[in-house]
């Protein structure tokens, strides 16, 4: 069966300093990775997806970043938070094996991590 | 992907059907209807899509009116465990997008003892 991870489950950090999140897929081969904020009580916002290693795509402009080194791992990346990075982060896939349909086209969400910058 | 029009509170009480309501009237022809939901503090959940038959798993139903223009989730017995937002999601799976999710603000369900 497939899994996701993330890590760190939540963090607190100061304005200014670098960012790391980490999600680990397992179980599965080339799937479409996602990352998204959502910010207390308001809906999910995409930030990023990836449809292979070293392929990114932003959806908003920002001062963060995200990096597909290998097939089942996306990290997401910041230089400098800001305040307004707070949010909680959420990590999902989708398992295309066998092509892009409207079944396959579900995704998997991680437990999420719990960002807060002071 | 279609807008989609959904309360933004109800209630239910334990062990009664819930049924919650989504508008998508712009709906295109090949647009499937998706639901999920988020419990508090955790990542969201899949729960159900259809084109437009109605639809039944293990977790609930989904019935698609005959023009496709709305759509019920039901929570058949709903137990405290199903309190969360639940969002209903238009779209259809593009390749060139990556398949993207669009979420908006869902409906709070509420389970009372």
């Known amino acids: 069966s497939q899994t996701i991870h993330q890590w760190p489950a939540t963090l607190v950090q100061p304005v200014g300093s670098p960012l790391s999140l980490e999600c680990t897929v397992e179980?599965?081969?080339?799937?479409?990775l996602y990352w998204y904020r959502q910010a207390a009580g308001r809906g999910l916002q995409l930030l990023f997806y990836?449809?292979?290693?070293?392929?990114i795509s932003s959806e908003v402009p920002q001062n963060l970043s995200a990096s597909r080194p290998q097939d089942r791992q996306f990290i997401l990346s910041s230089k400098k938070l800001l305040l307004s990075d707070s949010g909680f982060y959420l990590c999902?896939?989708?398992?295309?094996?066998?092509?892009?349909?409207?079944?396959?086209?579900?995704?998997?969400f991680g437990p999420g991590t719990r960002l807060t910058v002071l | 992907d279609a807008k989609t029009t959904q309360p933004p509170s109800m209630d239910c009480a334990e062990g009664r059907a819930a049924n919650l309501p989504c508008n998508h009237s712009t709906i295109s022809g090949n647009e499937y209807v998706y639901w999920y939901r988020q419990i508090h503090s955790q990542g969201p959940q899949y729960i159900i899509h259809g084109l437009k038959n109605n639809e039944t798993n293990e977790m609930a139903s989904l019935i698609i009116t005959e023009d496709r223009k709305s759509s019920t989730l039901i929570l058949p017995h709903a137990t405290l465990r199903d309190t969360a937002v639940y969002y209903c999601?238009?779209?259809?799976?593009?390749?060139?997008?990556?398949?993207?999710?669009?979420f908006g603000e869902g409906t709070q369900l509420t389970v009372n003892p």
């Open positions: 999601i238009v779209r259809v799976a593009r390749e060139t997008s990556g398949s993207r999710l669009t």
């Open positions: 179980g599965t081969s080339n799937p479409n």
């Open positions: 999902a896939w989708i398992n295309l094996r066998g092509g892009l349909t409207p079944t396959s086209d579900t995704q998997y």
């Open positions: 990836s449809v292979g290693i070293g392929q």
